[in-house]
């Protein structure tokens, strides 16, 4: 069985929501860095970067990283499950697109949530802090908009509940994202929330973002 370290409205919810389209027998294990608990103190004996999502392997193995685990689960793990593309050129569009999704907007999102980390001495300077966080978020939105205009298509119909789409749905919830997207590429919006709200994975995504 696969053990899948993760938290609630944190990226583990694209690698929750790739198990239960694959089929493949998983446990959540509730693990976040910032808060203190079992499940954390597993999760650093087999990830000393406490990185969540970690996914254990039933061979006791663990990787992390969501572009990999997705990559891994499509490829490796469940091949038939629709999860990356079939054909070559579409799968090496989906392998970029992943790699785009976790290089550019997940680490913008890591400057966003922790500013003092990208700058020397603005610890207590929240002006600073707060001029990083207004620039880094006008970067990610404008990020996004390519990302919807090179990869949106890949996101929408038949291909809504691949990994990519999974991972975009997911991290397009930050900062500001979809509020952005629903302006900016509402086509692409439409996609998003027809992802998240497929029957397949609803009620993963509903798990991890309850309803209003």
């Known amino acids: 069985m696969y053990e899948l370290y993760g938290s609630r409205g944190s990226g583990s919810a694209a690698i929750e929501a790739a198990l ?14 910032w808060q203190p608990s079992p499940g954390l103190e597993a999760l650093s004996r087999i990830n000393p970067l406490q990185q969540i999502p970690t996914l254990r392997l039933p061979d ?6 969501s572009a990999a685990i997705l990559i891994h689960l ?47 001495d603005a610890d207590g300077d929240a002006a600073v802090q707060e001029r990083i966080r207004q620039g880094t978020r006008a970067r990610l939105h404008r990020l996004w908009e390519l990302f919807a205009d090179q990869y949106g298509s890949a996101c929408a119909g038949a291909g809504r509940l691949s990994a990519l789409a999974l991972l975009a749905a997911v991290v397009s919830k930050w900062s500001g994202s979809r509020a952005h997207l629903q302006v900016q590429r509402p086509e692409f919006f439409a996609a998003l929330r027809a992802t998240e709200d497929d029957p397949a994975v609803r009620a993963v995504f509903a798990r991890h973002w309850p309803p209003a």
């Open 20 to 33: 239960v389209l694959a089929g493949l027998p998983h446990r959540l294990v509730e693990a976040a860095s």
């Open 60 to 65: 006791g193995r663990a990787i992390s990283e």
């Open 74 to 120: 499509g490829l490796d793990a469940a091949p038939g499950s629709g999860l990356l593309p079939v054909q070559a050129g579409e799968r090496a569009q989906a392998l970029s697109g992943l790699v785009y999704l976790t290089a550019n907007c997940y680490a913008a999102i890591g400057v966003i949530d922790y500013p003092q980390r990208w700058c020397a």
